[in-house]
């Protein structure tokens, strides 16, 4: 009896301890964040000021209820209205020595935890950018909640005040901007495709740049995104605007669709729009030179015509083809000798090309000589158009059509 008594209480005990060991495991939500106790940031606009200093300015989502922004000093706030007329951010902005020591002093005064899991885009001033995108770059990959598939910008003037432009019908700024960027996709840079740029070979890199249509220094203006910034060494060198930035994107086959207006001997234009594009860069070393091989077909339609001519005779949409495949070379071989002549810098990464196809020559004749060498490349450049169709013209009241098989 005594036995069976004690295996009865050891049986007990098993459970207990088995209970209490289970429940150490299932504590809860103790460490849980609730969102109301966030400041949600949506965007991040970084600049330089007086004494070096740096200027974080963030975007909050406004809670529920918030009808305008408020704050005062270093950390003054602003809220901002979408179509619907509710206030849907609010701005914030803190000064530091660094991006983290700014937000770590803004975050003294904002009673809410701030979050940057939800943040898309970061706006760089162009003063920040053309001394050094080092430091920003370093804070963007360390933040462990920050995003490594948020956008970069680099902007005119303060990046502080495209945060204060009107949104209009959307949410937010990084909602306008990722709007304004569906329609350049080929532009759009995110952060770990800018450290990737930055940290190969050739050290340059492009990414979307921001004009204002009506600048004043602390004012809200409207914006729009006009072309690209040229990075080179981890500074912005350059901005190349929508037309000067037309070339580079068509060597990278980032265009989805685009139109050409040519002018014509007679009164008028002709508008051709694009339908489809590849462009191919093959390197070669021939003649102790190195040379890069440009090779791009284009299909074209006739898109609008204002002149008097006839644009379904095979003569002249042969004409066509040519005046657009040398429209097209002209603006890639101006581009080109732009970056390569003035500016030495290789957004393409040629130096990585040659690298992958002529590896032993790269090493006997590229290697640490890279900023001698790039001047002198040459690129041959052939660019064949096809005008697949001609649309259908009214003229004397026949109809007639001319489409290419």
């Known amino acids: 009896m005594r036995i069976r008594f004690v295996s009865c209480r050891m049986r007990k005990l098993g459970v207990i301890l088995l209970i209490c060991a289970t429940t150490v495991g299932i504590t809860g939500c103790w460490d849980r964040k609730e969102i109301s106790d966030l400041a949600i940031v949506l965007a991040i606009g970084i600049d330089v000021i007086e004494n070096d200093q740096v200027e974080v300015t963030l975007q909050f989502f406004a809670p529920l209820g918030n009808k305008s922004g408020s704050g005062g000093g270093e950390s003054g706030g602003q809220?901002?209205?979408?179509?619907?007329?509710?206030?849907?951010?609010i701005n914030r902005s803190g000064v530091g020595v660094t991006v983290s020591d700014a937000i770590h002093n803004l975050q003294k005064k904002v009673p809410r935890n701030i979050f940057l899991g939800h943040n898309e885009v970061y706006i760089l001033?162009?003063?920040?950018?053309?001394?050094?995108?080092?430091?920003?770059?370093?804070?963007?990959?360390?933040?462990?909640?920050?995003?490594?598939?948020?956008?970069?910008?680099?902007?005119?003037?303060?990046?502080?005040?495209v945060l204060k432009a009107p949104l209009y019908s959307e949410a937010s700024i990084a909602q306008v901007l990722r709007a304004k960027m569906a329609n350049n996709p080929g532009m759009s840079k995110s952060v770990k495709e800018l450290a990737d740029d930055l940290l190969g070979d050739s050290g340059?890199?492009?990414?979307?740049?921001?004009?204002?249509?009506?600048?004043?220094e602390d004012k809200p203006g409207t914006f729009n995104l006009d072309g690209l910034a040229i990075v080179k060494d981890n500074h912005f060198i350059a901005h190349f605007n929508e037309q000067q930035a037309m070339g580079l994107l068509w060597i990278r086959n980032k265009y989805r669709t685009?139109?050409?207006?040519?002018?014509?001997?007679?009164?008028?234009?002709?508008?051709?729009?694009?339908?489809?594009?590849?462009?191919?860069?093959?390197?070669?070393?021939?003649?102790?030179?190195?040379?890069?091989?440009?090779?791009?077909?284009?299909?074209l339609v006739v898109d609008q015509n204002t002149t008097s001519e006839s644009a379904t005779s095979i003569r002249y949409v042969q004409e066509l083809e040519l005046r657009a495949s040398n429209h097209i070379q002209s603006e890639i071989k101006k581009t080109l000798e732009v970056l390569q002549?003035?500016?030495k810098?290789?957004?393409?990464?040629?130096?990585?090309?040659?690298?992958?196809?002529?590896?032993?020559?790269?090493?006997?004749?590229?290697?640490?000589?890279?900023?001698?060498?790039?001047?002198?490349?040459?690129?041959?450049?052939?660019?064949?158009v096809?005008?697949?169709?001609?649309?259908?013209?009214h003229r004397g009241g026949k109809t007639k059509g001319m489409n290419k098989p």
């Open 341 to 343: 002549h003035q500016y």
């Open 79 to 89: 809220g901002q209205k979408s179509q619907g007329g509710s206030s849907t951010t």
């Open 258 to 299: 685009m139109n050409i207006t040519l002018p014509t001997g007679q009164e008028g234009y002709i508008t051709l729009q694009m339908m489809k594009s590849r462009t191919r860069l093959k390197p070669a070393f021939r003649d102790e030179k190195w040379t890069v091989n440009i090779d791009s077909r284009v299909q």
């Open 125 to 161: 001033g162009e003063k920040l950018a053309s001394k050094d995108l080092r430091e920003p770059l370093d804070y963007m990959l360390r933040e462990t909640a920050s995003r490594e598939r948020a956008d970069v910008f680099i902007c005119e003037g303060r990046a502080k005040n």
């Open 345 to 384: 810098v290789d957004v393409l990464d040629i130096h990585g090309m040659f690298y992958k196809s002529y590896p032993n020559l790269w090493r006997q004749k590229i290697r640490g000589k890279w900023e001698t060498v790039y001047p002198n490349v040459n690129f041959d450049y052939k660019v064949r």
């Open 204 to 216: 340059s890199t492009t990414l979307p740049y921001i004009k204002f249509a009506n600048v004043k």
């Open 386 to 393: 096809d005008l697949v169709n001609a649309g259908m013209e």
